[in-house]
């Protein structure tokens, strides 16, 4: 099983051009042939796609590097050279590209080995032959860090983003022929390929996120809502990664996400840190469960919402459905009024009661959630002052 990895840094490399040829028509009887050098082929690209296959950055634990084919020379005969291959790379759905900048390009592109696949090698111990310059952007400095640019952020399945644009081929002497000069000895070599480091983040694309505290019920609900097979069991933290589901209701399908669950401190970096709140960020509902068998449902309820506020005032904005859980237990059942007088009293008069493994009010939870969805204002993220790249399929391959 893969590790939920949701930020990497890597270093890019768009092929070169290929460099023109300088070369002349030599043949028996024909002493002066004229020029005939070819031009040279244009490198490869590197495209990023967004992929809903894929839900972690894990793959790119281990590969720092990423790079396109160079073009090809061009030859005699006026023969164009090879055009170099593009890279095509996956990323999931939800994936923030940042283009590290301002930094010293000693620091800005970490040393490293690379092997002839374009993946960082190995040491005989498995640790990847990358040298720490000090560059490194943890999850917590993406957002405040001067040092990156937001270029794109891709969140449709099969969305495709130009990265690095490829190095076009030199001219062959051939093209420099004039009236004027009929053995040119101009040519010229391909120009260089893109050459950057970037940074991924990935923010979980859903539209309606389930919070709480460790073992408040959220994988059961999803599982019971959803056809998502999270894994469950009865101790804090058995969610370590954004699980997934999708809930179809009326024919129509919602995208729900189980938040691994968060504790008093968790913006400080306690217990699972606040590493997985920027998974909330892009959810437009959120739907808040309370286990009340072994908290103060109103402390439970305060605790989260000090934490969303702690990470990101705009978290407290969005809409939000508060649920409390295991009404098939008896003493949860007797406490149903007190409970609601509770949440009366800071003002929340609508509080639902379920109980996931017996499917009380699942029917009322899922209608209330999507009503509010469709009310909810769009989720709308900080716009930067330069506008993201341009999208790009790749039939646009060859006509830049």
Do not use: W
């Not at 084919?69 to 090879?82: L, M, P």
């Not at 893109?194 to 991924?200: G, L, Q, R, S, W």
């Amino acid at each position: 099983m893969k590790h939920f990895v949701d930020t990497a840094q890597l270093q890019v490399k768009a092929g070169d051009g290929g460099n023109g040829c300088l070369s002349f028509r030599r043949e028996k009887y024909i002493p002066k042939g004229g020029p005939d050098g070819g031009n040279g082929g244009d490198g490869g690209s590197i495209y990023l796609k967004a992929s809903s296959k894929l839900h972690t950055l894990y793959d790119f634990t281990h590969r720092h590097y990423i790079k396109a084919e160079r073009g090809g020379d061009g030859t005699s005969q006026k023969r164009t050279g090879k055009l170099g291959e593009d890279s095509i790379v996956e990323v999931p759905v939800g994936t923030i590209v940042y283009r590290v900048v301002g930094l010293p390009q000693e620091q800005k592109q970490p040393e490293l080995l690379v092997s002839d696949n374009g993946e960082s090698p190995e040491d005989e111990e498995g640790e990847v032959a990358i040298e720490d310059d000090g560059s490194t952007f943890t999850a917590e400095s993406i957002e405040s860090s001067p040092h990156l640019e937001k270029i794109t952020d891709l969140t449709t399945d099969g969305q495709t983003f130009l990265l690095a644009r490829a190095g076009k081929g030199g001219r062959g002497n051939t093209t420099y022929k004039s009236s004027t000069n009929q053995t040119p000895m101009e040519f010229e070599y391909g120009t260089k390929g893109d050459e950057f480091t970037v940074v991924f983040e990935l923010k979980t694309v859903a539209d309606i996120g389930l919070i709480g505290l460790p073992n408040a019920g959220k994988s059961t609900l999803l599982s019971v809502l959803t056809k998502a097979k999270p894994d469950i069991a009865a101790y804090p933290f058995t969610t370590l990664a954004p699980n997934l589901g999708v809930m179809d209701y009326y024919n129509d399908h919602y995208v729900l996400a189980d938040i691994p669950g968060l504790i008093e401190g968790a913006s400080e970096g306690k217990g699972l840190g606040d590493e997985f709140l920027r998974h909330v960020e892009r959810t437009k509902v959120l739907v808040h469960l309370i286990d009340p068998m072994y908290d103060d449902p109103i402390a439970s309820y305060r605790t989260i919402r000090h934490e969303l506020e702690a990470y990101s005032q705009k978290l407290l904005e969005k809409s939000e459905l508060v649920v409390v859980t295991k009404m098939d237990v008896p003493e949860v059942f007797a406490r149903v009024d007190d409970i609601k007088k509770q949440f009366s009293q800071i003002g929340i008069d609508n509080v639902l009661f379920i109980s996931a493994v017996s499917r009380i009010g699942l029917e009322e939870l899922s209608h209330n959630m999507v009503k509010l969805y469709k009310s909810a204002p769009v989720v709308e993220e900080k716009q930067e002052e330069k506008p993201a790249g341009p999208v790009f399929t790749i039939d646009d391959v060859r006509s830049f």
